[in-house]
């Protein structure tokens, strides 16, 4: 896999506009959760998205609508615990065709509705899709949702949620990682994104990439989000699938790796991550 080369294809074009890199909408976060929201949005506009709207329950939309100016915050009906409503499937529906990319999960609760909603949500559409934490935990024991997804769906599980969702176990060598990613990937004909030390991606055609960078620093809450947000971004701006998938851990590593080097692996937080990811896409693509 040339990560330089796929790095190569997000040149911009002198007449370009924010329609150009991608309409990119974010379903996320719930009541005490806001974080994963916000982090997952601010992953897909330092990745060059275009446009980015994260969708989150009506009940913590004042906390998300005045964090970053950049980002723009829809609300959608909220559960009596704060998390994204069934009632609000339609009007999620509707906005959804108006978007290039839907990425859900991040801090959405395992809460019995909001899971409903996540399966009713997912074969619907023909958008790319971008599926992590309780959009994943929302397909235990329903994996018959991804059928629809076939050729659309990256999922970005780490072991637990894998072995969750998918059954079976994990160990931490390369080759059961590699072996299990890529079975997935071709069960279900998705991109399998397989979190942790030298991260997996799997295409169902058979394709396996290894990751190379990255450090223990970056086993902090919020990382994943970031990654969330990143290859949903870079899905937007026209790579495919497997090359987004690729392309996302690389520099998400790239800017773990950064990020230690300044601030050392015990301090790091996903914070961190936005701030060194311009750092890391200037390695590929210097200005």
């Known amino acids: 896999m040339n990560i330089r080369a796929i790095a190569k294809k997000l040149k911009r074009p002198a007449t370009a506009h924010k329609g150009t890199f991608g309409r990119i909408f974010i379903l996320a976060g719930s009541r005490g959760m806001t974080g994963a929201a916000h982090l997952s949005g601010m992953g897909a506009l330092r990745s060059g998205a275009g446009l980015v709207t994260v969708g989150v329950p009506d009940a913590v939309y004042?906390?998300?609508?005045?964090?970053?100016?950049?980002?723009?915050?829809?609300?959608f009906p909220s559960t009596i615990a704060g998390t994204l409503s069934l009632k609000g499937f339609s009007e999620i529906k509707s906005f959804c065709a108006t978007q290039d990319v839907l990425a859900i999960g991040p801090g959405?609760?395992?809460?019995?509705?909001?899971?409903?909603?996540?399966?009713?949500?997912?074969?619907?559409?023909?958008?790319?899709?971008?599926?992590?934490?309780?959009?994943?935990?929302?397909?235990?024991?329903?994996?018959k949702v991804l059928?629809?997804?076939?050729?659309?769906?990256?999922?970005?599980?780490?072991?637990?949620?894998?072995?969750?969702?998918?059954?079976?176990?994990?160990?931490?060598s390369d080759v059961m990682r590699k072996k299990r990613?890529?079975?997935?990937?071709?069960?279900?004909?998705?991109?399998?994104?397989?979190?942790?030390?030298?991260?997996?991606?799997?295409?169902?055609?058979?394709?396996c990439y290894i990751n190379?960078?990255?450090?223990?620093?970056?086993?902090?809450?919020?990382?994943?989000?970031v990654l969330t947000g990143m290859i949903a971004?870079?899905?937007?701006?026209?790579?495919?699938?497997?090359?987004?998938?690729?392309?996302?851990?690389?520099?998400?590593?790239?800017?773990?790796?950064?990020?230690?080097?300044?601030?050392?692996?015990?301090?790091?937080?996903?914070?961190?991550?936005?701030?060194?990811?311009?750092a890391a896409f200037k390695t590929l693509l210097p200005s």
């Open 62 to 75: 004042g906390i998300l609508a005045r964090r970053e100016a950049e980002l723009m915050v829809r609300p």
């Open 108 to 143: 959405l609760s395992q809460n019995s509705a909001t899971q409903k909603l996540v399966r009713k949500i997912l074969p619907t559409g023909q958008l790319p899709l971008m599926i992590d934490a309780d959009g994943l935990n929302a397909l235990k024991g329903n994996l």
């Open 147 to 172: 059928k629809p997804c076939r050729g659309r769906g990256v999922l970005t599980p780490h072991p637990g949620e894998f072995c969750r969702v998918f059954g079976g176990k994990l160990d931490d």
């Open 181 to 207: 990613a890529s079975e997935t990937a071709k069960k279900y004909g998705v991109i399998m994104v397989l979190k942790g030390h030298r991260t997996v991606v799997a295409s169902p055609e058979g394709s």
């Open 212 to 225: 190379t960078t990255g450090n223990p620093g970056m086993a902090t809450a919020g990382a994943g989000d």
């Open 233 to 278: 971004a870079l899905i937007g701006q026209g790579l495919s699938n497997f090359e987004a998938a690729c392309l996302g851990v690389y520099l998400h590593g790239l800017a773990g790796d950064k990020a230690a080097e300044k601030v050392g692996q015990i301090s790091l937080t996903a914070g961190d991550l936005l701030l060194f990811l311009p």
